[in-house]
């Protein structure tokens, strides 16, 4: 698969995911803290960099529970920029962790709302990920979990 680098501003890209997802979190009464920040720009696919975001989100959105609070943070680094993305509720039980990233991996055999949606879309992450040569990953807090990806900075 090609990847076509282009300088784009991340917060735009992520606000434009965030307002699709609007009627849904009130639906569901689900806080959702952005920061309004400056442009910033990264050097990355944009298209690939968006369906990684728009994974995270929806995932955020699939699991999110208890205060029902979704927080997503930017945090510039020398180089890079680092994107989170934070759902209050359960964390991931530690044996799942790391199969998280695998095609169909579904965290409770019993659930069918696994990470990633239609069991493709963590692995997708992970290949767009390994592409860009960049950093992501899962951690989990006492009050939920959070999930980030670094892009470039320009």
């Not at 609070?69 to 180089?79: A, G, L, Y």
Request: a negative charge; aromatic letters at 12%.
């Amino acid at each position: 698969e090609t990847v076509s680098m282009e300088r784009f501003d991340i917060v735009e890209l992520i606000l434009g995911v965030v307002h699709a997802t609007e009627i849904l979190r009130e639906q569901r009464g689900i806080t959702l803290t952005f920061e309004e920040y400056e442009p910033i720009y990264v050097w990355a696919d944009e298209f690939k960099a968006e369906q990684v975001i728009r994974n995270y989100i929806s995932n955020a959105l699939n699991h999110v529970s208890g205060e029902n609070i979704i927080e997503i943070k930017i945090v510039k680094k020398e180089e890079t920029a680092r994107i989170s993305v934070f759902n209050t509720g359960k964390s991931i039980p530690e044996e799942d962790i790391e199969c998280i990233w695998d095609k169909f991996y579904k965290v409770d055999k019993a659930h069918t709302r696994e990470y990633g949606g239609n069991g493709i879309g963590l692995s997708i992450v992970k290949a767009i990920m390994e592409a860009f040569h960049n950093d992501y990953g899962v951690k989990n807090y006492d009050n939920g979990v959070e999930f980030f990806m670094e892009l470039d900075l320009q």
